[in-house]
């Protein structure tokens, strides 16, 4: 069965740090487009993270609200994707899902997702 | 930035017809993609590519795209389609551009 299975979260006071991280079975995380899309309680979606499959050079890009304090990165061997979150604010109080990227003629998508890890910033 | 506007709810009788759209500037040009999430559960990816069903959802389920509007229609309501509903486009500038959602009440 192919799945993800995100872990990590917990509560965190603001400026504190926090390491997720997402592991994949029926599938290798290093031939695809990996992201981390977060929902703070009773709101909507938000795209946080993606690292790009091996075979593209493994690129990666932020949302403007995390840029310089989050890192996603994948370890090919434990096939994980990861998430370090530093400098922890309230608004980064959320749900943290991992997710796979379909994408194609310009078209991007989420086919798989796991089933998320909350994450708690206060003091 | 690209924006994408759904309405808040959406209340439907069983049996009947659900409708729940999703605007945007010109989104016909755009491929939109549509979520359905349930109470304490991921998303799950209903509709792709404007009108593509994956694999396991059911047949009531379609979308259709065009001009300022994409619009995603749930057929013979059934109390297992409440959840919130979310669109999705890609925007080269900010990425995954997801609409504020759509809760589907079934009355």
């Known amino acids: 069965e192919v799945q993800l299975v995100e872990s990590g979260g917990g509560s965190i006071q603001p400026g504190g740090s926090l390491r997720l991280s997402c592991a994949a079975s029926?599938?290798?995380?290093?031939?695809?487009?990996m992201s981390w899309v977060r929902q703070a309680p009773g709101k909507g979606l938000e795209w946080v993270s993606i690292i790009y499959s091996g075979g593209t050079g493994g690129s990666t890009f932020y949302a403007d609200s995390v840029k310089g304090r989050f890192t996603i990165s994948r370890d090919n061997t434990k096939n994980t994707v990861d998430l370090q979150m530093n400098s922890l604010r309230a608004e980064d109080t959320a749900v943290y899902y991992c997710?796979?990227?379909?994408?194609?003629?310009?078209?991007?998508?989420?086919?798989?997702w796991g089933r998320g890890t909350l994450v708690t910033v206060s003091s | 930035s690209y924006l994408l506007t759904q309405p808040p709810s959406v209340s439907v009788a069983p049996g009947q017809t659900a409708k729940i759209t999703c605007g945007g500037n010109n989104i016909g040009s755009k491929s939109v993609h549509w979520y359905q999430q349930k109470p304490g559960q991921a998303p799950v990816l209903v509709v792709y590519d404007d009108s593509d069903r994956p694999s396991g959802i059911s047949e009531r389920i379609s979308g259709f795209n065009s001009g300022n509007t994409a619009t995603l229609t749930i057929s013979r309501v059934e109390a297992g389609d409440e959840a919130d509903y979310f669109c999705?486009?890609?925007?080269?500038?900010?990425?995954?551009?997801f609409g504020s959602g759509t809760k589907v009440a079934v009355l």
């Open positions: 029926g599938l290798t995380v290093r031939s695809n487009y």
């Open positions: 999705q486009v890609w925007d080269s500038s900010r990425y995954y551009v």
């Open positions: 997710a796979r990227d379909r994408h194609h003629q310009g078209s991007w998508y989420f086919d798989l």
